[in-house]
T-cell receptor
Framework: AQSVTQPDIHITVSEGASLELRCNYS??????LFWYVQSPGQGLQLLLKYFSGDTLVQGIKGFEAEFKRSQSSFNLRKPSVHWSDAAEYFCAVGATFKNNDMRFGAGTRLTVKP | GAVVSQHPSRVICKSGTSVKIECRSLDFQATTMFWYRQFPKKSLMLMAT?????????EQGVEKDKFLINHASLTLSTLTVTSAHPEDSSFYIC??????????????FGPGTRLLVL
């Protein structure tokens, strides 16, 4: 079965600095990959997803992620972080289009310093 | 984007009582709704999938008699934690999808409900 690991529990970056959140997955074939953001008091919001095609995926709020099959990774990046980006970020992986196949990582909490 | 609400946002109850959590899609018809449980420092765990008018499909290891799910309309699903115990304390999140609920369809998540059982 597929699984996903987010190695960093908590990351702190300065406002304006670049950001990279790591996500590693385990699955034998090409997975379906997602990044979600969860702000306090808000539901999870989809930032971007990868199903096939171009391995560099653009999402909302200036985020992008790159699927690297050789590294089994799908890291989330943003060139310049804003204070409003402080939130919990979840990577998720699916083996099929069935929702009950999707597995979430444990999340990475992002703190943004002024 | 579409909005999903949950009520209550947090609830404290005594051990042995039952608690009902509501999940509503506010501006779209949710054919499929999902219920997740999130433990501290842990990922979301899918508990069950419900389709309007049908019985919920529970994931392995989830007690269907413990966690009663009803999806009586296209805008409302409820999760009832029956005879709650302290180990049921958790963060419960629902999500909704407008069609089949497959991964190709966007899921819209509610803000979650914090349950504390004393």
């Amino acid at each position: 079965a597929q699984s996903v690991t987010q190695p960093d529990i908590h990351i702190t970056v300065s406002e304006g600095a670049s950001l990279e959140l790591r996500c590693n997955y385990s699955y034998g074939a090409t997975p379906y990959l997602f990044w979600y953001v969860q702000s306090p008091g808000q539901g999870l919001q989809l930032l971007l997803k990868y199903f096939s095609g171009d391995t560099l995926v653009q999402g909302i709020k200036g985020f992008e992620a790159e699927f690297k099959r050789s590294q089994s990774s799908f890291n989330l990046r943003k060139p310049s972080v804003h204070w409003s980006d402080a939130a919990e970020y979840f990577c998720a992986v699916g083996a099929t289009f069935k929702n009950n196949d999707m597995r979430f990582g444990a999340g990475t909490r992002l703190t943004v310093k002024p | 984007g579409a909005v999903v609400s949950q009520h209550p946002s947090r609830v404290i109850c005594k051990s042995g009582t039952s608690v009902k959590i509501e999940c509503r899609s506010l501006d779209f018809q949710a054919t499929t709704m999902f219920w997740y449980r999130q433990f501290p420092k842990k990922s979301l765990m899918l508990m069950a999938t419900s389709n309007e008018g049908s019985k919920a499909t529970y994931e392995q290891g989830v007690e269907k008699d413990k966690f009663l799910i009803n999806h009586a309309s296209l805008t409302l699903s409820t999760l009832t934690v029956t005879s709650a115990h302290p180990e049921d304390s958790s963060f419960y999140i629902c999500s909704a999808s407008g069609t089949s609920g497959g991964l190709q369809e966007t899921q819209y998540f509610g803000p979650g409900t914090r349950l504390l059982v004393l």
